[in-house]
């Protein structure tokens, strides 16, 4: 593994994931999250770091698990969609699809919503992991 690429890979991952957050929950969804329970959308100042550091881990981990499977996606950007999609669909979607039965005034409709935007954003993060982070030459020569 290529640590340079993978940690280029990994960073540029997590900003886009960042800005993606920012525009989805905070622009799109941000002003519904208040309209429909003040209550349930409380955020502390130690949540923001928090945050952070698990979109950190999830991009170190995506780009991680890309270059372990990009062979069986074919490589490249449309791989690279077809994994970050597919990963977020695994990962996000049963996530998402509980939130309503164990928080209290969680809107049903708002994790179908979640469940969007994290199928939105694995394919942005699956598309710049397979454009970024390429399989060597040295073990194609071989």
């Known amino acids: ?39 349930t959308f409380v955020q502390s100042q130690e949540f923001n770091i928090w945050l952070l550091i698990g979109e950190l881990f999830q991009s170190a981990l995506l780009v991680y698990l890309w270059s372990r499977v990009m062979g069986s996606f074919g490589g490249g950007v449309k791989g690279g969609v077809q994994f970050g999609v597919l990963a977020q669909l695994f990962l996000s979607m049963p996530w998402f699809m509980y939130n309503h039965m164990f928080i209290n005034g969680f809107p049903y409709a708002l994790s179908w919503l979640w469940v969007a935007g994290a199928l939105i954003a694995g394919a942005i993060q699956g598309a710049i992991a397979g454009a970024m982070y390429k399989p060597s030459m040295a073990g194609k020569m071989a």
């Open 1 to 39: 593994m290529d640590i340079k690429k993978y940690g280029l890979t990994a960073l540029v991952v997590f900003v886009a994931t960042f800005v993606w957050d920012f525009l989805f929950h905070g622009m799109f969804l941000g002003p519904n999250y208040y309209q429909t329970n003040a209550a």
